[in-house]
């Protein structure tokens, strides 16, 4: 069965602090991945996204994940956090050749203390 | 950038009636629509695929019956909760990609529901 497992469900950090957000699915073949973001009370955006080539992909501000195909994983990091950070982040699998659909993770909540 | 467009924004509606929502791409064509249904603190749930000119295609243990997806051209995809109850309250949220999972897949900004 194709899931994705996010292993965080609430993270807490200061500002400045190092983020890694961890991310496994379950899938035997070729995969697209992706992080959204949702910030309180807008809708989903796209951080960044994994289709090929460069395991390490780099998105928007200042985020970036690495696909570990043998871990089957593709967990987020940011090197230093901001209050503006705080949000809902959700990790989703798109099956190669399942056309759009996404499988999501359980969403990771990230709170920044200012 | 390309824009899904989903509308309404939010609805309140009694219990046994039916409710519409509206899934636009606007500027581009979108031969598949997704419908995602999202509860409170939890993950985005594929409810169905919209292909446009065809059937939905409907995931596990959604009632196709209560969930009337209708795709009737490049731009548009309607969701139809009929004869809506209070567990049906939750964020509907669609989205679009221009072709088979190899581009961004642009969401709207979700509709919620609150059935009383």
């Known amino acids: 069965a194709q899931s994705v497992s996010q292993h965080n469900h609430h993270v807490i950090l200061s500002e400045a602090a190092s983020l890694e957000l961890g991310c496994n699915y379950s899938?035997?073949?070729?995969?697209?991945l992706f992080w959204y973001v949702q910030y309180p009370g807008q809708h989903l955006q796209l951080l960044l996204k994994?289709?090929?080539?460069?395991?390490l992909v780099k998105g928007i501000k200042g985020f970036e994940a690495e696909f570990i195909k043998s871990k089957f994983s593709f967990n987020l990091r940011k090197p230093s956090v901001q209050w503006s950070d705080t949000a809902e982040y959700f990790c989703?699998?798109?099956?190669?050749?399942?056309?759009?659909?996404?499988?999501f993770g359980q969403g990771t909540e990230l709170s920044v203390k200012p | 950038g390309a824009v899904v467009s989903q509308h309404p924004s939010w609805v309140i509606c009694k219990s046994g009636t039916s409710v519409k929502i509206e899934c636009r791409s606007l500027?581009?064509?979108?031969?598949?629509m997704f419908w995602y249904r999202q509860f409170p603190k939890q993950s985005l749930m594929l409810m169905a695929t919209s292909n446009e000119g065809s059937k939905a295609t409907y995931e596990q243990g959604v009632e196709k019956d209560k969930f009337l997806i209708n795709h009737a051209s490049l731009t548009l995809s309607t969701l139809t909760v009929t004869s809506a109850h209070p567990e049906d309250s939750s964020f509907y949220i669609c989205?679009?990609?221009?072709?088979?999972?190899?581009?961004?897949?642009?969401f709207g900004n979700g509709t919620r529901l609150t059935v009383t």
């Open positions: 989703a699998l798109n099956p190669y050749n399942q056309g759009g659909k996404l499988i």
């Open positions: 994994y289709f090929s080539g460069d395991p």
């Open positions: 500027d581009f064509q979108a031969t598949t």
């Open positions: 989205s679009a990609s221009r072709d088979r999972g190899n581009s961004p897949l642009h």
């Open positions: 899938y035997g073949g070729t995969v697209n």
